[in-house]
């Protein structure tokens, strides 16, 4: 789909916005804003990528990569890149550092499936280790480490009740 242009919101003006959900959310936004209501503050910001230090930027988004079916989109020796799994939605991107890894980390990835056991043997035969499983009264995850460390968690999928 072509670039399209806001004429409607001249805080764009002359802009180009290639997502026509963005879009449509800058007007709405826009509209809100031109209307003194919440939620038109917030037009100008949007999720593009979450980064991953990496030792091995190159052996970590390909291990990604598998996780996820993700496309690589960009591969050089001090990053790569993966394909968003939805359209505008943020990329993965592995950018390497000198150091490695040495404490828990504060922000981790969630992965929802309907086979956790079957996916958790699918990526710990891509190269994750076991780190722990936890079990609440209304779901179960699994935790694993890619790699280099990092946390991440495979979760079951709640029933919707429509079965």
Same mark, same amino acid.
């Given at each position: 789909?072509?670039?399209?242009?806001?004429?409607?919101?001249?805080?764009?003006?002359?802009?180009?916005?290639?997502?026509?959900?963005?879009?449509?959310?800058?007007?709405?936004?826009?509209? $809100? !804003?031109? =209307?003194?209501?919440?939620? *038109?503050?917030? %037009?100008?910001?949007? +999720? /593009?990528?979450?980064?991953?230090?990496? #030792?091995?930027?190159?052996?970590?988004?390909?291990?990604?990569?598998?996780?996820?079916?993700?496309?690589?989109?960009?591969?050089?020796?001090?990053? $790569? !890149?993966? =394909?968003?799994?939805?359209? *505008?939605?943020? %990329?993965?991107?592995? +950018? /390497?550092?000198?150091?490695?890894?040495? #404490?828990?980390?504060?922000?981790?990835?969630?992965?929802?499936?309907?086979?956790?056991?079957?996916?958790?043997?699918?990526?710990?035969?891509?190269?994750?280790?076991?780190?722990?499983?936890?079990?609440?009264?209304?779901?179960?995850?699994?935790?694993?480490?890619?790699?280099?460390?990092?946390?991440?968690?495979?979760?079951?999928?709640?029933?919707?009740?429509?079965?």
């Amino acid at each position: 789909m072509p670039p399209t242009q806001d004429p409607h919101n001249p805080s764009f003006a002359g802009r180009t916005i290639a997502d026509p959900d963005r879009l449509s959310y800058l007007r709405t936004a826009s509209a $809100l !804003r031109a =209307a003194g209501r919440p939620g *038109g503050d917030f %037009v100008d910001i949007h +999720l /593009r990528a979450i980064a991953l230090d990496a #030792v091995d930027p190159q052996r970590l988004g390909r291990f990604w990569s598998e996780v996820t079916g993700r496309e690589i989109i960009t591969s050089r020796p001090d990053l $790569l !890149r993966l =394909a968003s799994d939805t359209p *505008g939605g943020p %990329v993965l991107l592995f +950018l /390497r550092v000198p150091e490695s890894k040495v #404490v828990k980390d504060r922000i981790h990835l969630d992965l929802e499936t309907e086979d956790r056991a079957a996916e958790v043997d699918r990526i710990m035969a891509l190269g994750a280790t076991f780190h722990s499983e936890v079990k609440e009264t209304d779901h179960e995850w699994t935790v694993l480490q890619d790699p280099e460390g990092n946390e991440f968690c495979i979760i079951q999928a709640l029933s919707t009740g429509t079965d």
